[in-house]
């Protein structure tokens, strides 16, 4: 005989959503508990406006061709130290 798993009751308690599964009919085989929307300890998103957004991706822009700059003048500086090899 296969046993069937069927939902046995549904509420919502303490910010879940809280489903308890049957085998029997009658007694609780096993629970699944779903946040209801935003946890109440989740942080609060900030806002932040286009502009603010827009000079950050600058700074970011500008950091990253310092850092290939800085890249390509380590690998110059390496690669003048290596002897040229012999034709």
Do not use: C, W
């Not at 508990?33 to 300890?41: F, H, L, Q, R, W």
């Amino acid at each position: 005989m296969e046993e069937t798993i069927k939902v046995l009751r549904e509420y919502d308690e303490s910010g879940y959503h809280v489903v308890e599964y049957t085998l029997d009919g009658e007694t609780i085989s096993h629970t699944v508990k779903s946040v209801i929307g935003v946890p109440d300890d989740a942080p609060p998103k900030k806002k932040v406006d286009l502009q603010t957004l827009s000079d950050e991706n600058e700074a970011l822009k500008t950091q990253i061709a310092e850092l290939n700059q800085a890249q390509s003048d380590f690998m110059d500086y390496v690669f003048s130290a290596i002897p040229d090899l012999p034709q």
